[in-house]
């Protein structure tokens, strides 16, 4: 039965995405738990504290707000039915906790204006999904940082909220969410963030360990003819990545469309030597992006006949 909620969530944000007017009105599940992480950030998070304090502070609050999430689900499962119905109803409830359709919005987004060679716009664009500064980038560098959200976010905006809801149903998906968005927003190395943020950003590499790798499996089997340099490239580069998980999906994808990823950015006016995943491979542009989004809709089509093979 989680097997065909996590199908139901996948389909219907695929068909609708979360739509404007619904966002207008209500806002988000995760701008709800953002929210709440903002207040605990600023309400707990003293920087007069010591370093020991501000992260047992951060380990409880990482604790809290998952066991939140977890509870709110297990609530919303006990007034369900049980059945297809019932399973069917919990897709519909996880249905703005995957990505499908958002994430290859987002990205098209940017892939659309810079194959009309309007830099500036595509700057604009990708600037919503990553966080380097957009204007140190040519046309080059936005797709690849476009790519390299795909990728990593096909991991943790798809693939690992629905291995979640597979495994535990609402509560697994619900908790998975309030991890990744904790990361998102305290999970940094930053003077302010590096006690306090420390324990959402460990359980966070932890939760995506087995959903990195498996996306970057989709993407390999995705990749058709190319599949064994994919999986020669993310065998070889994943590593090379300063996450332990995102080198996953982004070498599978670089390897998939033969191109290479990563490398320099600028932070905050800083310079970041970042090292390439397949250094050999040649500089994307919007054609490469255009092929990275098919590459994704294959993915995603494969990991929904896992499910539908599951569920039957």
């Not at 090292?275 to 092929?291: F, I, K, L, R, Y």
Request: glycine fraction near 12%.
């Amino acid at each position: 039965m989680f097997a065909l909620s996590m199908l139901v969530a996948m389909a219907v944000e695929a068909a609708l995405g979360w739509p404007d007017a619904v966002y207008r009105r209500i806002g988000h599940p995760v701008t709800w738990a953002g929210a709440l992480i903002r207040w605990a950030d600023l309400r707990l998070n003293r920087e007069n504290d010591p370093f020991w304090l501000r992260r047992a502070l951060g380990v409880l609050v990482c604790l809290g707000i998952t066991a939140v999430a977890w509870g709110l689900g297990l609530g919303v499962v006990a007034l369900l039915p049980k059945g297809v119905f019932g399973a069917v109803l919990t897709g519909v409830l996880a249905w703005p906790l995957v990505a499908t359709r958002s994430l290859y919005d987002h990205v098209a987004r940017v892939m659309r204006p810079l194959a009309q060679g309007d830099l500036a716009g595509a700057r604009g664009a990708v600037a919503m999904i990553v966080g380097r500064d957009p204007m140190t980038l040519d046309s080059a560098g936005v797709a690849r940082a476009g790519l390299e959200s795909l990728g990593e976010s096909a991991s943790d905006g798809v693939v690992a909220p629905v291995f979640w809801g597979l495994v535990f149903g609402l509560p697994g998906i619900a908790a998975y969410k309030a991890i990744n968005t904790m990361d998102s927003m305290i999970g940094h190395p930053s003077p302010r963030h590096s006690a306090f943020g420390w324990a959402a950003a460990r359980l966070d590499d932890v939760v995506n360990l087995i959903p990195a790798r498996l996306t970057a499996l989709l993407f390999v089997i995705a990749s058709g003819r190319a599949w064994r340099r994919a999986l020669a490239v993310t065998w070889t580069d994943a590593g090379h990545h300063r996450s332990p998980n995102a080198g996953w999906p982004e070498a599978a994808l670089a390897g998939a469309l033969g191109i290479r990823l990563s490398g320099p950015r600028v932070y905050d006016g800083e310079v970041t030597l970042e090292p390439w995943v397949n250094a050999t491979g040649h500089d994307p542009s919007a054609a490469e992006m255009q092929q990275g989004l098919r590459l994704y809709v294959l993915a995603m089509l494969a990991l929904c006949g896992i499910l539908a093979g599951v569920a039957l």
